[in-house]
Each structure stands twice: as structure tokens, then as C-alpha cells.
Nanobody, 124 residues
Framework: QVQLVESGGGLVQAGGSLRLSCAAS????????MGWFRQAPGKEREFVAA????????YYADSVKGRFTISRDNAKNTIYLQMNSLKPGDTAVYYC?????????????????WGQGTQVTVSS
């Protein structure tokens, strides 16, 4: 069992930055691939970024590539999402997810555990 708690969301102006964190419980954190997803009002949840168990491979949605960076610190059982050059279209609830698999995935169904989400609001 893995429990995930996101933090770091908030209100920021367009062009600004935020760093989201996701703290995980459990002693096998390093064996999980981790991902960030987001859901905007009235829209389906969508993939944002993922990182494999070692941190050696990362994947991004085209909409955030070059602006967002996912990373992990296995010693701290934590992953991060550094978000730069934020746009109003990035406004959403951001969810952290963990999947017990070695290869990162962009597919929701391949993640086993989810956090409660943290709100990110970008004003124009």
C-alpha cells in the first residue's frame, strides 16, 4: 500500500512558477514509477509527466514539454514537478500517481495509487 500526499499548489500569475511535491509512504517507493496528471474544470483528467523508478527516464505531455520538469528523490520518498512559464491553460487540480512497474506510463489505468490532488490556478 502506498499513500500519496501532494503539496505546493496555489495561485500564480501567468509566466510564473510553482513546484509541486508528492510525498509517498511505504518502504518500496523506489520500485514505483510515478506520474503527474491534471484535471481542469469540465475536462477529463490528462497525463502531464512521468518518471521511472530510477529517475533515468522521464516523459511529458506535449503541452508542458520544455516548461515542466519531473524529478524524484528516492531517499526522501518524494517526487516533484517544477512548473515554469505557467499559462492560464495550466489551471487544474494536479494529481500524483504511483504504479508498481519499472517503466513509466502515460496511461491512467497503469497507476495503482493516487493522491487527493492539489489546486493550481494561473491568472492572466
Amino acid at each position: 500500500q502506498v499513500q500519496l500526499v501532494e503539496s505546493g499548489g496555489g495561485l500564480v500569475q501567468a509566466g510564473g512558477s510553482l513546484r509541486l511535491s508528492c510525498a509517498a509512504s511505504g518502504r518500496t517507493f523506489s520500485s514505483y514509477t510515478m506520474g503527474w496528471f491534471r484535471q481542469a474544470p469540465g475536462k477529463e483528467r490528462e497525463f502531464v509527466a512521468a518518471i521511472d523508478w530510477s529517475g533515468g527516464n522521464t516523459y511529458y505531455a506535449d503541452s508542458v514539454k520544455g516548461r515542466f520538469t519531473i524529478s524524484r528523490d528516492n531517499a526522501k520518498n518524494t517526487i516533484y514537478l517544477q512548473m515554469n512559464s505557467l499559462k492560464p491553460g495550466d489551471t487544474a487540480v494536479y494529481y500524483c500517481a504511483a504504479g508498481h512497474r519499472p517503466i513509466a506510463s502515460m496511461r491512467e489505468e497503469e497507476y495503482d495509487y493516487w493522491g487527493q490532488g492539489t489546486q493550481v490556478t494561473v491568472s492572466s
